[in-house]
């Protein structure tokens, strides 16, 4: 097995190398993960002493949430300079498998953190500089080609973003659902047709992005049932005042996607990733790992400049032991 280079823990050389894909082997036995910069394309050893003794959640938006399982007091840290934003105790414990997000910016006065159970129709949410967490269960129900009533999770298998203050989730082919906080979390749902998708694709996978107050859909196709293969690719943009999916074959020379997710796509993460001097990324790109293909986790980057596809092979080709959960992206905050 290839071993990463080991570094030492300092804000600097983590914030030189965002963003980055984790791996994490899940045991309590490693100090340190192993990191992958997608910029400089090398892998590195890293302990990250802000967080390692917390429970943690990535979000979009780069804050990552940190529980102190032992008092259970949680707080918003900041990659790029381990920058903290308080948050209030919960009353207990998250559930064993959650996807959390953040509405907006944390300056932002109507800021709300997001905390949806995977397995249940449950979340939690908590207003910057709120001195408690809400807890609610919510109900969404669809109607199947039979007309058969059938009940529907925000987050399960389904994309999730948040844009302008609002969450939005894939709903049915022919809803979007939002998510709304006045301050507390309501629930609408918009018509839009979903886009039409190749009968001659049997499988695909789907990503919404939130972008400096856009909303896009990432669609990637495969090659039949083969995950390990990708066969094309799609980008559309919601045109707000249709409103309606519009494809685009460009995202911006200032940004890239982040695409990727839990094991079998329990989970599907898509952000949306600045373009510095400093990270060296190259624009108008998507850079998708595979968490479908769960023996592998290679991380594709497609150039929409081009309509190329790069493989990289970071983890399981060197020898890396298959973790408990796919690799997941941490990146720098926009604020």
């Not at 984790?22 to 802000?50: C, E, M, N, R, W």
């Not at 105790?89 to 910016?105: G, H, T």
């Not at 839990?262 to 968490?291: M, Q």
Request: with cysteine.
């Amino acid at each position: 097995m290839q071993n990463p280079s080991s570094n030492s823990d300092s804000t600097f050389e983590l914030e030189s190398a965002l963003p980055i894909l984790v791996h994490d082997p899940g045991t309590q036995q490693v100090d340190s993960q192993t990191l992958y910069s997608i910029s400089k394309q090398s892998l590195f050893a890293h302990a990250i002493d802000g967080v390692k003794d917390y429970r943690c959640f990535e979000t979009p938006q780069g804050w990552v949430l940190a529980l102190d399982r032992a008092s259970l007091q949680t707080f918003l840290w900041r990659p790029q300079d381990s920058e903290r934003i308080q948050l209030p105790a919960v009353e207990e414990d998250f559930p064993s498998r959650c996807k959390c997000l953040l509405s907006d910016v944390p300056t932002a006065s109507s800021c709300a953190v997001l905390v949806l159970d995977l397995d249940d129709t449950q979340m939690w949410v908590c207003q910057i500089g709120a001195s408690k967490w809400d807890s609610c269960s919510y109900t969404l129900t669809m109607f199947d080609a039979r007309d058969n009533p059938r009940e529907r999770h925000i987050a399960r298998r389904h994309g999730v973003a948040a844009v302008n203050g609002k969450v939005y989730f894939q709903l049915t082919g022919y809803e979007l659902g939002i998510i709304e906080f006045n301050p507390d979390p309501s629930l609408a749902t918009i018509e839009v047709d979903m886009v039409d998708l190749p009968l001659s694709m049997s499988m695909c996978s789907t990503y919404l992005v939130g972008s400096y107050g856009e909303l896009f859909l990432v669609v990637i196709f495969f090659d039949g049932d083969n995950v390990h293969k990708i066969a094309e690719f799609a980008v559309y943009k919601m045109d707000f005042s249709v409103p309606a999916w519009c494809k685009v074959d460009r995202i911006g020379d200032d940004r890239v996607f982040l695409l990727g997710g839990d094991r079998i796509g329990l989970s599907n993460f898509g952000a949306s990733c600045k373009v510095t001097p400093e990270n060296n990324l190259c624009g108008n790109s998507i850079y998708f790992l595979n968490h479908l293909a769960i023996t592998e986790n290679y991380l594709h980057v497609i150039n929409l400049e081009n309509g190329t596809e790069e493989e990289q092979r970071p983890f399981r080709d060197k020898g890396f032991p298959m973790p408990l959960r796919s690799p997941f992206w941490l990146l720098s905050t926009d604020t």
